[in-house]
């Protein structure tokens, strides 16, 4: 793995406090309605991208995740301004406007998704993971799930075929401890949700989400033993979002004294603290990296505000293969 040095913590400081910013302006676009349709944001979680992308070979390795999406392909190198446009539905976006929030995605970053489906993502992994195995690619792929996602079946079926195989795979529960509005002690009988990937052998360990650094180095174990042949591992990583799980949620199910008590976690306040302490970056120059990511965030709101809608012709185009699908005389004008 990458040595984790001063430079690592300032990058991890300005990327963190950059997501951040950038989710809380989809909030006000959203408020807006400049933004439609659903939106999860990542507030909290920023922890994870930073240690995994840190572990990963981003020249190389996959990740696939759920619909809370905007930031993992940022961290893996997307330009922040089309995942702005595709959030706005621009042409210029990283769907050509079509996708949406869920729906994120980068064949060239080698991120996939952005599904919508809870669980869906999880086979899929496998299969891209199935596919690097099959062309002796040395690829790793990182399957990203909710908590909730975890009582889906066909992660089950996708842990025992994995194993078989021994599938070049990470699995990885972002447990922020609500899946939708419904806590874990509420809806499963086992809270550790990592215990379950020992019952397929798995090789499974709980990660503090808050954390960056802990998570880079579990994670780089996991990825290393998966390029080495040996097969899947399973990280259960233990965060918090600090908003709802999406923009309609009232959050009834939680306290306001308990998001308090998680934001003394901070992981962004976490690493200002660590940095200030250890003389690595004066107060002054976090200040101004703060202000430098600001001005970042409204030049990708600028960016795709400035962009066209894509045309009506265009949908038809990237949705069906066929270009004269059979209904189009009937929806479109001749």
């Not at 012709?313 to 270009?323: L, S």
């Amino acid at each position: 793995m990458k040595e984790i040095t001063t430079e690592t913590y300032i990058k991890w400081f300005k990327d963190m406090s950059f997501w951040r910013k950038f989710e809380d302006k989809c909030r006000s676009l959203y408020l807006k309605q400049k933004i439609r349709g659903f939106l999860h944001l990542y507030n909290g979680q920023e922890a994870i991208p930073a240690g995994l992308t840190h572990a990963m070979d981003l020249s190389k390795d996959n990740i696939i995740t759920a619909y809370r999406c905007h930031i993992f392909p940022i961290s893996m190198g997307v330009d922040p301004k089309k995942v702005m446009a595709e959030l706005l539905g621009k042409k210029t976006g990283t769907s050509h406007g079509m996708g949406g929030s869920m729906h994120i995605f980068s064949r060239k970053h080698r991120f996939y998704g952005g599904h919508g489906i809870v669980g869906g993502q999880i086979p899929l992994g496998a299969g891209i993971a199935f596919a690097d195995k099959y062309f002796n690619r040395k690829k790793v792929t990182l399957t990203i799930m909710g908590d909730g996602a975890v009582r889906q079946g066909s992660l089950h079926e996708t842990f025992n075929m994995s194993m078989i195989w021994k599938l070049p795979v990470v699995f990885i529960c972002e447990n922020n401890q609500y899946a939708m509005g419904t806590s874990v002690k509420r809806s499963s009988n086992m809270e550790e949700i990592y215990q379950i990937g020992k019952s397929y052998g798995i090789p499974s360990y709980p990660v503090d989400g808050m954390d960056p650094e802990k998570i880079a180095k579990v994670a780089f174990e996991a990825i290393e033993r998966a390029r080495k042949g040996k097969g899947a591992s399973f990280l259960e990583i233990k965060t918090y979002r600090y908003r709802g799980h999406s923009m309609s949620d009232s959050e009834l199910y939680r306290t306001k004294e308990e998001v308090s008590l998680y934001k003394k976690k901070d992981p962004i306040l976490k690493l200002k603290n660590i940095i200030i302490e250890n003389e690595w970056e004066t107060i002054e120059n976090l200040n101004i990296i703060e202000n430098e990511v600001k001005k970042k965030v409204e030049s990708c709101v600028e960016f795709a505000e400035k962009s066209d809608f894509p045309s009506l012709e265009k949908m038809y185009n990237v949705v069906y293969h066929e270009t004269n699908y059979p209904f189009l005389d009937k929806i479109l004008p001749s």
